[in-house]
């Protein structure tokens, strides 16, 4: 099985900070990332989509990146609405897994 | 309108069985690939099930196999996920997902969500 390593764990930072996200893989998945945000009580919500692509309706502000087996989700400058915990979600033939999650703290 | 609406949850002891449904509308279901994902309390997201548009193909995540079946009718726009011989470590959120791709898996992301169905297992 492929296992994900996402860091931080957690991440304190202030309204117009850029915060960078990593997810490393231990084999090459290709480009199949995604990146996801949730808020608590909420379910997840689609962020990034094949490593690099933008989920319609999401700001532009948010943007991934990387591809084999190194990944990384920014956010260029980080809105109040923007506090919520992050997790990456590889798939590889058949197996979808999520990283541990990176919670967005206000400093 | 919530496209995805789950229920079937609540308290149930070891080794007993439960039935989750997830109700879909507002888009064709029978086009698209769906997911099971549960969250345990305080815990990350895990990938639990997943069947084609069809319900030809089928999928799991070991902890699971043997367990739970996912099962879908799409004469109905719905998604079952029938759980047996729960463990207390099956105790989570579970929220039925809807894949991105249609008529196949080649975009195996998670696009519209519930808003989750709580399963716990206790004596």
């Known amino acids: 099985d492929i296992q994900m390593t996402q860091s931080p764990s957690s991440v304190s930072a202030s309204v117009g900070d850029r915060v960078t996200i990593t997810c490393r893989a231990s084999?090459?998945?290709?480009?199949?990332m995604a990146w996801y945000q949730q808020k608590p009580g909420k379910a997840p919500k689609l962020l990034i989509y094949?490593?690099?692509n933008l989920e319609s309706g999401v700001p532009s502000r948010f943007s991934g990146s990387g591809s084999g087996t190194e990944f990384t989700l920014t956010i260029s400058s980080l809105q109040p609405d923007d506090f919520a915990t992050y997790y990456c979600q590889q798939f590889y033939i058949f197996s979808l897994t999520f990283g541990q999650g990176t919670k967005v703290e206000i400093k | 309108q919530v496209p995805l609406v789950e229920s079937g949850g609540g308290v149930v002891q070891p080794g007993r069985s439960l039935r989750l449904t997830c109700a879909a509308s507002g888009f064709t279901f029978n086009s698209h690939g769906m997911h099971w994902v549960r969250q345990a309390p305080g815990k990350g997201l895990e990938w639990v099930a997943a069947i084609w548009y069809d319900g030809s193909k089928k999928y799991y995540v070991d902890s699971v196999k043997g367990r739970f079946t996912i099962s879908r009718d799409n004469s109905k726009n719905t998604l079952f996920l029938q759980m047996n011989s729960l463990r207390a470590e099956d105790t989570a959120v579970y929220y039925c997902?809807?894949?991105?791709?249609?008529?196949?898996?080649?975009?195996?992301?998670?696009?519209?969500w519930g808003q989750g169905t709580l399963v716990t297992v206790s004596s």
């Open positions: 094949k490593a690099s």
């Open positions: 084999q090459s998945i290709n480009n199949w």
């Open positions: 997902a809807r894949d991105t791709g249609e008529y196949d898996f080649s975009n195996p992301f998670f696009d519209y």
